[in-house]
């Protein structure tokens, strides 16, 4: 989930590699298909009397809550439908304990909504420094939208393979944005008021 932030932050593409590979690596060693979720404990721990396995959310989210917003976001960036299916499945194991007690259950319910929503996934085109990205940027975060994903690659081509990005490429070599939902794209555009107005369009 950091790395996540971090590559929005940054867009440097070996933050968003690493967040992949720690998915992986989490769903091979701390996954289990009969409880539907994740264990606190990878699978070649020292055996335990109990296993354990926190699902409830406190102070701080559970680690079975931040995967499944994690793998929720990977799944779109990667068309990966195995990180979407294993999200799916811990949301479904505990859905009668959000509708029962959600005040226990925040970030949960806020990979619920982000699943059961139409996220926004933005693809950027053009040099992350470049007062034309920075103006685009300012209006994808700014306000606060939760549920969407941004990728971004340099005029040229992308340092990672995203649906997203490709046959991505600016608009009158100046930094450009494409909204999509399910992969299909509005037009690009490269004024902010353009993509303020497509992003309001939910």
């Not at 590559?7 to 701390?30: I, K, Q």
């Not at 949960?108 to 909504?113: F, H, K, N, W």
């Not at 939208?145 to 393979?161: H, L, M, T």
């Not at 299909?184 to 309001?200: D, F, I, K, R």
Request: proline content about 6%; charged content about 20%; aromatic content about 10%.
């Amino acid at each position: 989930d950091g790395l996540l932030a971090l590559y929005e932050a940054t867009f440097e593409p070996r933050w968003l590699v690493a967040s992949r590979a720690l998915a992986d690596e989490m769903l091979a060693r701390f996954w289990d298909d009969a409880i539907g979720g994740f264990y606190d404990t990878a699978a070649d721990h020292e055996a335990l009397v109990v296993r354990p396995r926190d699902t409830g959310d406190n102070a701080t989210p559970s680690g079975n809550s931040a995967a499944a917003e994690v793998l929720l976001r990977l799944a779109i960036i990667f068309d990966e439908p195995t990180y979407r299916a294993r999200a799916d499945t811990i949301l479904g194991s505990l859905s009668t304990f959000l509708a029962r007690y959600p005040t226990g259950f925040g970030r949960y319910l806020a990979a619920a909504e982000f699943a059961l929503a139409a996220p926004h996934e933005i693809a950027l085109v053009g040099t992350p420094a470049a007062p034309d990205m920075q103006a685009l940027c300012a209006v994808i975060f700014q306000p606060f939208r939760p549920n969407k994903v941004v990728v971004q690659s340099e005029p040229g081509g992308a340092a990672f393979e995203s649906p997203l990005l490709e046959g991505r490429a600016q608009i009158g070599e100046r930094a450009t944005a494409y909204v999509c939902h399910n992969y299909a794209c509005q037009l690009p555009v490269n004024e902010t008021g353009a993509l303020a107005a497509q992003l309001s369009d939910a």
